[in-house]
């Protein structure tokens, strides 16, 4: 299997793709796409490489990096890598009023309050949180829930495939 880092930045990538926002969630509508990482960033050149030159919705993609919340810009999809589950937690309580997709590969990432979970193994899988997508206006397309593993939907955990 390629690297795993160069899968969920590729991922990371096409949720800007299946994954709706608000409007309130840009400052204007030319206003760049925000990824963010939160923690020691487990991904490098890779996630330059696979945003470089790319658009979605007319959008540029802008990745910015910090150890903590505070020193983030507002972002539309932030990569929780702490390995605390502490600050974790307490990052996804700042998050969880907010229009911002979590993403993070905890094993309890879903129950924690993120959005969405990557499982690497033979291949990279991934679960949803579909109660906390809806509670901040984020509209998850179809063909994103179809190829995920579980899916969280109120309350309960179902398994997909």
């Given at each position: 299997m390629e690297n795993p880092?160069?899968?969920?930045?590729?991922?990371?990538?096409?949720?800007?793709h299946y994954v709706s926002w608000p409007n309130t969630a840009f400052s204007?509508?030319?206003?760049?796409?925000?990824?963010?990482?939160?923690g020691q960033d487990p991904f490098g050149?890779?996630?330059?490489?696979?945003?470089?030159?790319?658009t979605e919705q007319g959008r540029p993609f802008e990745i910015f990096r910090?150890?903590?919340l505070d020193e983030l810009p507002p972002c539309q999809i932030v990569f929780v890598a702490y390995p605390d589950?502490?600050?974790r937690r307490a990052a996804l309580e700042v998050l969880k009023d907010r229009p911002v997709l979590t993403v993070g590969d905890a094993p309890e990432f879903l129950r924690e309050g993120g959005?969405?979970?990557?499982?690497?193994?033979?291949?990279?899988?991934?679960?949803?949180?579909?109660?906390?997508?809806?509670?901040?206006?984020?509209?998850?397309?179809?063909?994103?829930?179809e190829v995920s593993t579980d899916i969280l939907e109120n309350g309960i955990v179902r398994r997909v495939r």
């Open positions: 880092n160069t899968v969920k930045a590729a991922f990371l990538r096409n949720f800007a204007d509508s030319s206003s760049p796409w925000h990824i963010g990482i939160l050149k890779i996630l330059e490489t696979t945003f470089q030159g790319r910090a150890d903590s589950a502490g600050k959005v969405i979970q990557f499982q690497v193994s033979d291949r990279i899988r991934m679960s949803i949180n579909l109660d906390q997508a809806r509670a901040v206006a984020l509209t998850i397309q179809t063909k994103m829930l």
